[in-house]
Nanobody, 119 residues
Framework: QVQVMESGGGSVKAGEFLTLSCTAS????????VEWYRQAPGKERVNVAR???????TYSEAVKDRFTISRDLAKDTVFLHMTGLQPDDSGTYYC?????????????WGQGTHVTVSS
């Protein structure tokens, strides 16, 4: 019943910005710790940002000072605001969310949203 889904991907030019969203559906679904990962073609999937249930945030060195992860509790949505995008930021971005569905805590992956940054 619970589903996690990302949105907001697209194509931008270097230096521009983009905001991704992660939401959980299922009526009573509630997200706690949420992480963003990305995978570039031919590369391993890596973590880029994390927001805890207490809204403590951490970032990878590659995106620190350029990306911001935030949460809208009312909408149960987590955002990844990306600025100063560069071609190396291109790839598929995945949301990994710890979700309480009213019965138990489980971790869910979204299907990914594509980001392409051109020079």
């Amino acid at each position: 019943q619970v589903q996690v889904m990302e949105s907001g991907g697209g194509s931008v030019k270097a230096g521009e910005f983009l905001t991704l969203s992660c939401t959980a559906s299922g009526g009573v679904a509630k997200m706690y710790t949420v992480e963003w990962y990305r995978q570039a073609p031919g590369k391993e999937r890596v973590n880029v940002a994390r927001i805890s249930s207490g809204d403590h945030t951490t970032y990878s060195e590659a995106v620190k000072d350029r990306f911001t992860i935030s949460r809208d509790l009312a909408k149960d949505t987590v955002f990844l605001h990306m600025t100063g995008l560069q071609p190396d930021d291109s790839g598929t971005y995945y949301c990994n969310a710890q979700v309480f569905d009213g019965y138990m805590m489980r971790t869910y992956w979204g299907q990914g949203t594509h980001v392409t940054v051109s020079s």
